[in-house]
């Protein structure tokens, strides 16, 4: 399974969680008890799963010490975001209901894009590959 299917999968497995635990916990205070409390835990874990997928594939050329760094760092940046989102905010409640609908959002999106993309098909051989193939058939002739 390739970083991008993985990460479209968590995200939307995170997304789905955090929905169902604001419905659990809808105008309650004390989140953090209950199965509503183990729901957003888990979504945190498969939102920063996700967000490390996406990290390790969107440098799919770079070496892998520098796609480990950048699968590392995608995480923390989007914490770092989260929590200036969340202190401007200020209702806990709204943040998470944005930030499950962002996940399960962009989720379904990548692995619809994922589903539709046609196979690749290898280049054709040019230059002296191709030449050698050719000299090889005529002297065969």
Do not use: Q
């Amino acid at each position: 399974m390739n970083p991008s299917r993985v990460a479209s999968l968590a995200a939307l497995v995170g997304g789905v969680s955090w929905s169902v635990a604001a419905l659990l916990a809808w105008g309650d205070t004390t989140v953090e008890a209950g199965p509503a409390g183990l729901l957003v835990w888990f979504g945190a874990a498969a939102l920063v799963v996700s967000l490390g997928a996406a990290g390790y594939a969107l440098v799919a050329t770079a070496p892998v010490w520098l796609r480990a760094l950048v699968s590392v760092a995608t995480p923390v940046l989007v914490a770092m975001v989260w929590t200036l989102v969340a202190d401007a905010l200020g209702a806990e409640y709204l943040s998470a209901l944005v930030g499950a609908l962002l996940a399960l959002a962009s989720g379904a999106l990548g692995l619809r894009r994922g589903r539709s993309a046609a196979p690749v098909e290898p280049a054709p051989v040019r230059g002296r590959r191709a030449d050698r193939g050719s000299r090889g058939a005529r002297a065969a002739r």
